[in-house]
Antibody, heavy 120, light 107 residues
Framework: EVQLVESGGGVVRPGGSLRLSCAAS????????MSWVRQAPGKGLEWVSG????????GYADSVKGRFTISRDNAKNSLYLQMNSLRAEDTAFYHC?????????????WGQGTLVTVSS | DTQMTQSPSSLSASVGDRVTITCRAS??????LAWYQQIPGKVPKLLIY???TLQSGVPSRFSGSGSGTEFTLTISSLQPEDVATYYC?????????FGQGTKVEIK
C-alpha cells in the first residue's frame, strides 16, 4: 500500500524558515517523480514544486521560486521542501504527492498533508 | 505562464443528470491535462490524465476529452457520491497549474 506521510509543519513568523519532510513507503521510491501541492484552508489547489526520479530536474511555482527548494534522498525514501523567507500567503496544508511516472506526469497518490502557518 | 480557467465555478444538478465541466488553457498544452476530484475533507483523487485516459479504478461514468486549449470532464450520470470539487491541472511544463475548481452539488 502506497503511503506518504508529511511532517515538519508548524507555526513560523514571516521571514522564517521551515523544512518539510515526506516519508514514502509501499512502492519503489526512485521509480517515481514527486510533487508538493498546497491548499490554503477553504481554498483551491496550488502546485508548489516537482522533482524527477533522481533529483536531476526540478520545477517551481512562480510564487515560491527562489524561496523554496525541493530535494529527495532515494536511499531514505524521503522527499523534502526547504521553505525560506516565508510569507503569510504561504499558510496552507502542504501535501506530498507521488507522480504517475518518473517526471512530467500528474500525481496519483497524495499524503494527508502538514499544516504550515505563517503568522506574527 | 499558462493560466487554467474552469467553468462553471459551481453547479447543481439532479441525480442521473449528465454534467460537463470545461477547462480552458491560455496557451496550448497538447493533451497534458489531468482532472481531480476532491470530496470535502479528503485529499484529491486523480480521475483522468492525458486529457482522456481514465485512471485505474475510476468509474466509467467519468470521461475526459479535448486537446490544445479546451478540455471537458463529463459525468454521464451524476451520483450522490460525486458531490465534490473538481480541478483540472496542466502538466506539459512547469508550473503545473491547477484550475480554480468547480463545485458540484446535488439539486
Amino acid at each position: 500500500e502506497v503511503q506518504l506521510v508529511e511532517s515538519g509543519g508548524g507555526v513560523v513568523r514571516p521571514g522564517g524558515s521551515l523544512r518539510l519532510s515526506c516519508a514514502a513507503s509501499g512502492f519503489t521510491f526512485d521509480d517515481y517523480g514527486m510533487s508538493w501541492v498546497r491548499q490554503a484552508p477553504g481554498k483551491g489547489l496550488e502546485w508548489v514544486s516537482g522533482i524527477n526520479w533522481n533529483g536531476g530536474d526540478t520545477g517551481y511555482a512562480d510564487s515560491v521560486k527562489g524561496r523554496f527548494t525541493i530535494s529527495r534522498d532515494n536511499a531514505k525514501n524521503s522527499l523534502y521542501l526547504q521553505m525560506n523567507s516565508l510569507r503569510a500567503e504561504d499558510t496552507a496544508f502542504y501535501h506530498c504527492a507521488r507522480d504517475l511516472g518518473r517526471f512530467g506526469e500528474p500525481p496519483d497518490y497524495w499524503g494527508q498533508g502538514t499544516l504550515v502557518t505563517v503568522s506574527s | 505562464d499558462t493560466q487554467m480557467t474552469q467553468s462553471p465555478s459551481s453547479l447543481s444538478a439532479s441525480v442521473g443528470d449528465r454534467v460537463t465541466i470545461t477547462c480552458r488553457a491560455s496557451q496550448g498544452i497538447s493533451y497534458y491535462l489531468a482532472w481531480y476530484q476532491q470530496i470535502p475533507g479528503k485529499v484529491p483523487k486523480l480521475l483522468i490524465y492525458a486529457a482522456s485516459t481514465l485512471q485505474s479504478g475510476v468509474p466509467s461514468r467519468f470521461s475526459g476529452s479535448g486537446s490544445g486549449t479546451e478540455f471537458t470532464l463529463t459525468i454521464s450520470s451524476l451520483q450522490p457520491e460525486d458531490v465534490a470539487t473538481y480541478y483540472c491541472q496542466k502538466y506539459n511544463s512547469a508550473p503545473w497549474t491547477f484550475g480554480q475548481g468547480t463545485k458540484v452539488e446535488i439539486k
